[in-house]
């Protein structure tokens, strides 16, 4: 049985663990975090896009297939490629 909870989700009292976030900045309203996520050795491109809109929090949330091993780099790239998705999309990336 507890196969089977496993499988589909059930009995685990663990919540999931938050993003570690390795940076973060405010633009045009949009609140913009660069997430770690690994890839074997290396960080893969990941963040965060967040707004509150109505009084709730919406989060948008991307994944890239760049890969580094420079925390720095991966930092500047995602807060790069968040402010391109805010300016490309706006409030449309919650729709």
Known sequence: MSFFKKLFGGGGNAEPEGDKVLGEESYKGFLI?????KAGSELQLAGTIEKDVGGE???????????MSSMDDLVSLAL?????????QGDGIFR
């Open 57 to 67: 929090t919406k989060t948008y949330r991307f994944i890239r297939a760049d890969r």
């Open 33 to 37: 975090k660069a997430i770690e996520m």
């Open 80 to 88: 790069s490629k968040g402010r391109q998705i805010v300016d490309e």
